[in-house]
């Protein structure tokens, strides 16, 4: 039995007036052949950046702001506050003397500090030194807050799961009772603990399933990098790449985002990957061509990029660079959804 197109027509009409509709009219773009993700390449030059970031120094305090961010919106995501689709950036501006209040919220974010001397956070009553190159963790819903203490203006790159919590519609947030929390342990207690090779004999993570260290400093994971440069060849593929983990139990150092930093040898240029995890990056130290999908983009130190989910990413270092990466693959995993693949070398 046929039928015809004013017949189905008035059946689709009629269900929607029960807030219904006929799966096979939406199936294929439910289920395409493969995956094809909403946000497009793109590259953030802190060349560019910067000359604002410090403007809105001037308009505003971070106490007035609570967080004084440039977001770092995926052109084609306009006005959703995404980098990827399920990943927020931005880059935030300390000024000397300031404080970010403190609060806590159900996102996870992390830190990668990007310029100045003297910035501090605290969280969950440790605060920590951030230099350069750091990747520092704010685990969900425990408290923080930033400042800076020395003479220059302090800026970093913030990552948030913010995307990911709003679709769940899991987010919370809570100010905290005055400006600053209060310090319960020593500078570097957590690292002491559990960043020498070393645990607690009844280790466990004051942060759930996020790892007990909060600061990774750029200068060990730079030696690492280098000193496993010198013992194999680099992967064809993922250049020489050591991701940051969690003590406890050798896994991702956050539940809802996978780190990483990737070491590209001067002349080195990675063969074609692609994988369903969207990635953003930043250049620690460096320059590099990044090739995402069809579009090339030339990267100096600082710079942000971001390679949609399922898109062809390649790298060429013209000098010895490092390439902090974070992504939602660790979610992937965990669903069992995460695949890649790998072009020819």
């Not at 001397?117 to 990747?135: L, N, Q």
């Not at 559990?194 to 942060?207: F, I, K, L």
């Not at 660790?330 to 890649?340: D, I, M, P, S, T």
Request: proline share 7%; with cysteine; hydrophobic share 40%.
């Amino acid at each position: 039995m046929t039928s015809t197109d004013a017949e189905r027509q008035d059946f689709y009409d009629r269900l929607g007036a029960q807030d219904m509709a006929p799966l096979w009219a939406v199936l294929k773009g439910l289920l395409p052949s493969e995956p094809r993700s909403k946000a497009a390449p793109h590259h953030w030059r802190y060349g560019d950046v910067r000359p604002l970031l410090l403007e809105s120094g001037d308009l505003l305090t971070a106490e007035e702001a609570e967080r004084r961010v440039l977001v770092l919106e995926n052109p084609a995501l306009k006005g959703l506050s995404r980098a990827t689709a399920t990943m927020y950036a931005g880059i935030q501006l300390i000024l000397p003397g300031e404080t970010a209040p403190a609060h806590r919220h159900s996102p996870s974010a992390l830190r990668f500090m990007l310029e100045g001397e003297g910035a501090i956070t605290a969280v969950g009553g440790e605060r920590t030194t951030m230099r350069r190159g750091d990747f520092v963790i704010t685990p969900s819903w425990a408290w923080h807050d930033h400042g800076a203490e020395g003479s220059d203006p302090c800026a970093w790159l913030d990552g948030l799961d913010l995307p990911l919590v709003q679709f769940l519609e899991a987010g919370f947030n809570e100010h905290y009772n005055d400006k600053n929390q209060a310090i319960t342990r020593p500078e570097g207690d957590s690292m002491a603990r559990y960043g020498a090779n070393m645990v607690p004999m009844r280790p466990q993570s004051p942060y759930g399933l996020t790892t007990p260290i909060f600061n990774y400093p750029y200068t060990q994971t730079r030696a690492a990098l280098v000193a496993a440069a010198a013992g194999a060849a680099p992967d064809p593929h993922e250049a020489v790449s050591l991701r940051y983990a969690n003590p406890l139990d050798g896994g991702w150092a956050m539940p809802t985002m996978s780190a990483w930093m990737m070491h590209l040898p001067a002349g080195f240029e990675t063969a074609p990957i692609r994988s369903t995890d969207a990635l953003v990056m930043c250049l620690a130290e460096g320059r590099l061509t990044a090739g995402i999908g069809e579009q090339s983009f030339a990267l100096e130190e600082r710079d942000v990029a971001v390679a949609p989910g399922w898109t062809w990413r390649r790298f060429r270092a013209e000098t010895d660079s490092f390439l902090f990466c974070f992504s939602d693959r660790v979610v992937h995993e965990k669903l069992g959804l995460w695949r890649e693949e790998r072009g020819a070398a």
